[in-house]
């Protein structure tokens, strides 16, 4: 399937027939999502009605994982396997990340300030997402500052696979250090801690962000294969052009 | 509604506004891509020129 896929009209072809498929699945997820977050989830009986903040903060924390996961695995398969979509995989995940490492940042620092008295803290949960934040903010500048695109997917794959030992410091901060974040309640080796009340609307949540997440970034990897395809066509036309010339 | 209320609509429309910028910068990304790869091909830039 992914030998078959490394042909980016085939690829085009395929995405163009699942995307919306995928978009009105999270659309729906989404709605049924926010319908329960609002109308049938209770208060918690410590935090109130600020613990609506975690159905969003949550699913926005495992994304940010999920997507710089996709691009280590991305970077692999540049460097080791050289698969021709590896790169635009990369380039399309990064601004998708940092838009979901940016939310969880805020809608965190949102939740803080009711419940912990602060906005921020330089604790080694916060502190290592606001670090993974910046690392997919210089991968996205890394992307812009190399122009040639085999040649910036090289570079930023070194870098990506270099941040990714951020990911694991990011997941077990909360075990490895005493943080004012608290420790993970949904996977964990005993199972949740949290009632059913609360954790099905959060993995419905979680189910509409990752689908969200994926209609995203299929989109954004269909528009940088046309990227390639304009800059190709345009060094073309003006080899072309050159060559009249002379 | 609670005294938090603030924060939480707060964490909601930040999120909303962060998803509706995602959203529409990669519809108005892939229309500029479309745009230009349409012009071009009807330039004719994807021909090679004649030798000799």
Redesign the interface.
Known sequence: MIRDLANPSRFMAYSGRLLPWLAGAAALALGVGLYMTWFTVPADYQQ???V??MY??VP?AWLSLFFYATMAASALGTLVWRHPLADVSQKAAA??GA?FT??CL??GS??G??MWGTYWQWDARLTSMLVMLLIYLGIMALWRAIEEPSRAARAVSILTLVGAVNVPIVKFSVDWWNTLHQPASVFRLGGPTIHSSMLIPLLVMALGFTL?GVT?HL??M??EI??R??RT??I??A??LD??AA | ??T??A??A???A??AL??A???L??YL??RV??Q??AE??A?G??????RG
């Open positions: 109130g009605e600020t609506r903040i969003l903060h926005a601004p998708i838009a940016f939310i805020v809608t949102l939740w300030k009711p969200l995203l989109s954004g269909r528009t046309l990227r395809r304009v066509l345009t073309l036309e080899e072309r060559a009249q | 509604m609670t938090h209320a924060f939480i707060a964490a909601y930040i999120t962060v998803v910028g995602l959203i910068r990669a990304d892939h891509q479309q230009a790869l071009l091909e330039r830039a994807g021909r090679r020129s004649r």
